[in-house]
C-alpha cells in the first residue's frame, strides 16, 4: 500500500459507483460521483482516503453553496454530526486511561451540575460504559439543531426547559438490557466530562483530541465556522433548498456538534486503527479494542464506534446526519486503509452509500474459499426453505425450495454470486468444523443451518 498513489485509488473508487447500492455488490447499472451529485441533488461533497503509514489524499467536488458559494475544497469544513459521538467517545477513553474516569463506575459519582433521573424521580445506576455503547437506556432522542439566537444551553437540553425542542433527558429503560441509539446518552457524557474536569467541552476537546490527534480543521466550538478564513460548507434540505443561516446551532456538542473536515475524521480513525496494533502514543491497545468490541451479544455498536465484523467485511467508524448535512468515517483494519467523506446535503447518504459500498468491495478482508468439498450439503434457512449445495465438475450448484439448480460464480475472498439474481453467497466454518450458508440480498444477510453430518 506505501507505494500506492492515493488519488489514484480514489479515482478508482469513485469512478464506477453503484446506482443501486442497496443490492450489497455491484451491478452493471454504476454511475460516477458527479453523476449522483446530479441526481440526489448534492451541492457538495468532500472526501479523504489514507493509510496507517501516514499517507493521505483528499479532495473535494460542487461547492459550498449560500449566495456567496465557492468550490468544495480538502479544507472545507462541514458538520460532523454524529460522527462527533466517535471523537468524543475518543475522548472519554484518554481520561478512563488517564485515571479520571472509570468505565464501570456510576455516572453519579461524577456529576455534579445535573443528575439522571427515571419517570419516577429516582436515580438509576448507570456507567460510562453504557452511555458510551447507547444501552444505558435514555430517552429517544435525535437532536435537530436551533437558530443561533434561539439556542439553549446544554443543562436547559437535559432538563428540557427554555427554548429546548427536545424531551427532557431520563432514564426509560433497563440500563444496560438493551441497545437503544440516542444522543441523549452523549449529552450526559458532554456534561459529565465537564462536571469531572471543570473545563468547557469545547476547551477540552480541543485540548484533550484535536490537538493531539493533529485535527487543525476541527473545533467543537459553534462559532468555528463563523471563525475560519474559508467558508463553511452550507447545509441543504432534501430537494436542494438550503438551510436558513446555513447551518444550525447544536448545543448538544458531543452528540452532534463538531466540525471537521474529511482528513481531520480519517486521522482520528487511523490513530485508532494504530492504537488496536499497539502502535499508538495516545491511546492503549485495551482501550482501543473495547472501541471495537460489541458491547452486547452480536451487536453492532462498540464504544462510540460503528462495527462491521462480517466474513468479507470488516470496519469501524461512524457515520452521521444533521440538518443539512451527511458523511461517514470508516477504517478497514485489514488493509490498514481508511475513507471519509461529507456532504453538505440531507439527500447525500445514497451517495454516500454507493462510495461506501465501493470502498467495501476494495479495501475489506478477504475470506479464503472453504474446499468445495467441505460446503456441499443440505442447508435449512428455515424448516420450509432447504437449499441444497452439491459439487459438479468442479463448480458449487446451488439449489433452493424447488427451484431449478444453478452453477454459482466463484469470486475472490471466497464469495459466490448467484448467476440470475442479486444473491451472494459465504460459507462461514463455526466451532465444531460444519459451515453455515450466509445468503446476501439487497443488503440483508440471511444465515442456513447445515442440516449434513460429517464423518470426520
Same mark, same amino acid.
Given at each position: 500500500?506505501?507505494?500506492?498513489?492515493?488519488?489514484? /485509488? %480514489?479515482?478508482?473508487?469513485?469512478?464506477?459507483?453503484?446506482?443501486?447500492?442497496?443490492?450489497?455488490?455491484?451491478?452493471?447499472?454504476?454511475?460516477? $460521483?458527479?453523476?449522483?451529485?446530479?441526481?440526489?441533488?448534492?451541492?457538495?461533497?468532500?472526501?479523504?482516503?489514507?493509510?496507517?503509514?501516514?499517507?493521505?489524499?483528499?479532495?473535494?467536488?460542487?461547492?459550498?453553496?449560500?449566495?456567496?458559494?465557492?468550490?468544495?475544497? *480538502?479544507?472545507?469544513?462541514?458538520? *460532523?454530526?454524529?460522527?462527533?459521538?466517535?471523537?468524543?467517545?475518543?475522548?472519554?477513553?484518554?481520561?478512563?486511561?488517564? @485515571?479520571?474516569?472509570?468505565?464501570?463506575?456510576?455516572?453519579?459519582?461524577?456529576?455534579?451540575?445535573?443528575?439522571?433521573?427515571?419517570? *419516577?424521580?429516582?436515580?438509576?445506576?448507570?456507567?460510562?460504559?453504557? $452511555?458510551?455503547?447507547?444501552?444505558?437506556?435514555?430517552?429517544?432522542?435525535?437532536?435537530?439543531?436551533?437558530?443561533?439566537?434561539?439556542? #439553549?444551553?446544554?443543562?436547559?437540553?437535559?432538563?428540557?426547559?427554555?427554548?429546548?425542542?427536545? #424531551?427532557?433527558?431520563?432514564?426509560?429503560?433497563? #440500563?444496560?438490557?438493551?441497545?437503544?441509539?440516542?444522543?441523549?446518552?452523549?449529552?450526559?457524557?458532554?456534561?459529565?466530562?465537564?462536571?469531572?474536569?471543570?473545563?468547557?467541552?469545547?476547551?477540552?476537546?480541543?485540548?484533550?483530541?484535536?490537538?493531539?490527534?493533529?485535527?487543525?480543521?476541527?473545533?467543537?466550538?459553534?462559532?468555528?465556522?463563523?471563525? !475560519?478564513?474559508?467558508?463553511?460548507?452550507?447545509?441543504?434540505?432534501?430537494?436542494?433548498?438550503?438551510?436558513?443561516?446555513?447551518?444550525?446551532?447544536?448545543?448538544?456538542?458531543?452528540?452532534?456538534?463538531?466540525?471537521?473536515?474529511?482528513?481531520?475524521?480519517?486521522?482520528?480513525?487511523?490513530?485508532?486503527?494504530?492504537?488496536?496494533?499497539?502502535?499508538?502514543? %495516545?491511546?492503549?491497545?485495551?482501550?482501543?479494542?473495547?472501541?471495537?468490541?460489541? =458491547?452486547?451479544?452480536?451487536?453492532?455498536?462498540?464504544?462510540?464506534?460503528?462495527?462491521?465484523?462480517?466474513?468479507?467485511?470488516?470496519?469501524?467508524?461512524?457515520?452521521? =446526519?444533521?440538518?443539512?448535512?451527511?458523511?461517514?468515517?470508516?477504517?478497514? #483494519?485489514?488493509?490498514?486503509?481508511?475513507?471519509?467523506?461529507?456532504?453538505?446535503?440531507?439527500?447525500?447518504?445514497?451517495?454516500?452509500?454507493?462510495?461506501?459500498?465501493?470502498?467495501?468491495? !476494495?479495501?475489506?478482508?478477504?475470506?479464503?474459499? /472453504?474446499?468445495?468439498?467441505?460446503?456441499?450439503?443440505?442447508?435449512?434457512?428455515?424448516?420450509?426453505?432447504?437449499?441444497?449445495?452439491?459439487?459438479?465438475?468442479?463448480?458449487?450448484?446451488?439449489?433452493?425450495?424447488?427451484? =431449478?439448480?444453478?452453477? %454459482?460464480?466463484?469470486?475472490?475472498?471466497?464469495?459466490?454470486?448467484?448467476? @440470475?439474481?442479486? %444473491? /451472494?453467497?459465504?460459507?462461514?466454518?463455526?466451532?465444531?468444523?460444519?459451515?453455515?450458508?450466509?445468503?446476501?440480498? /439487497?443488503?440483508?444477510?440471511?444465515?442456513?443451518?447445515?442440516?449434513?453430518?460429517?464423518?470426520?
Amino acid at each position: 500500500m506505501k507505494d500506492v498513489d492515493l488519488s489514484q /485509488e %480514489l479515482a478508482l473508487l469513485l469512478g464506477e459507483l453503484d446506482r443501486h447500492v442497496s443490492s450489497g455488490r455491484l451491478s452493471p447499472d454504476t454511475a460516477t $460521483l458527479s453523476d449522483l451529485m446530479r441526481v440526489y441533488q448534492v451541492p457538495g461533497v468532500s472526501i479523504a482516503v489514507g493509510h496507517v503509514s501516514g499517507q493521505v489524499w483528499a479532495t473535494g467536488y460542487g461547492v459550498t453553496g449560500g449566495e456567496v458559494s465557492t468550490p468544495v475544497t *480538502a479544507g472545507t469544513a462541514f458538520a *460532523a454530526c454524529s460522527i462527533s459521538k466517535h471523537v468524543a467517545a475518543f475522548g472519554v477513553l484518554l481520561l478512563v486511561q488517564d @485515571g479520571v474516569l472509570d468505565l464501570d463506575a456510576d455516572i453519579g459519582e461524577y456529576l455534579t451540575s445535573w443528575q439522571l433521573l427515571d419517570r *419516577a424521580g429516582q436515580r438509576p445506576r448507570v456507567t460510562v460504559r453504557q $452511555l458510551l455503547a447507547h444501552t444505558a437506556g435514555l430517552s429517544d432522542t435525535w437532536y435537530r439543531g436551533y437558530a443561533a439566537d434561539r439556542a #439553549p444551553s446544554l443543562l436547559q437540553v437535559l432538563e428540557g426547559g427554555g427554548s429546548t425542542t427536545t #424531551p427532557p433527558v431520563r432514564s426509560t429503560l433497563l #440500563p444496560g438490557s438493551r441497545f437503544r441509539y440516542s444522543g441523549s446518552h452523549y449529552s450526559v457524557l458532554q456534561q459529565l466530562m465537564v462536571d469531572v474536569t471543570g473545563t468547557p467541552f469545547e476547551d477540552l476537546m480541543r485540548s484533550l483530541v484535536l490537538e493531539p490527534v493533529a485535527m487543525a480543521d476541527s473545533s467543537f466550538d459553534q462559532q468555528f465556522p463563523h471563525r !475560519r478564513p474559508h467558508p463553511a460548507a452550507r447545509g441543504h434540505h432534501g430537494g436542494g433548498a438550503g438551510v436558513p443561516g446555513g447551518w444550525r446551532v447544536q448545543p448538544e456538542m458531543a452528540a452532534a456538534g463538531l466540525w471537521s473536515t474529511p482528513t481531520d475524521l480519517l486521522r482520528l480513525d487511523l490513530e485508532i486503527a494504530r492504537a488496536a496494533s499497539g502502535d499508538s502514543k %495516545l491511546l492503549s491497545r485495551d482501550l482501543a479494542t473495547e472501541m471495537w468490541s460489541p =458491547q452486547i451479544p452480536g451487536g453492532a455498536h462498540g464504544l462510540g464506534t460503528e462495527l462491521a465484523d462480517r466474513a468479507g467485511c470488516r470496519r469501524f467508524g461512524h457515520t452521521g =446526519q444533521n440538518v443539512g448535512y451527511t458523511c461517514f468515517s470508516y477504517v478497514w #483494519p485489514d488493509s490498514g486503509t481508511a475513507v471519509a467523506a461529507m456532504t453538505n446535503s440531507e439527500d447525500g447518504w445514497e451517495l454516500l452509500a454507493s462510495i461506501r459500498a465501493a470502498a467495501d468491495r !476494495r479495501y475489506a478482508t478477504d475470506v479464503t474459499a /472453504e474446499p468445495l468439498g467441505d460446503v456441499a450439503g443440505r442447508y435449512v434457512l428455515r424448516d420450509d426453505y432447504p437449499i441444497d449445495i452439491a459439487v459438479s465438475d468442479g463448480h458449487l450448484t446451488f439449489s433452493a425450495a424447488g427451484q =431449478q439448480p444453478v452453477v %454459482l460464480l466463484a469470486e475472490p475472498g471466497g464469495r459466490y454470486l448467484h448467476p @440470475g439474481l442479486d %444473491l /451472494e453467497v459465504r460459507f462461514v466454518q463455526t466451532d465444531d468444523q460444519h459451515h453455515t450458508l450466509e445468503l446476501s440480498q /439487497e443488503g440483508v444477510t440471511q444465515t442456513a443451518s447445515n442440516l449434513t453430518v460429517r464423518n470426520d
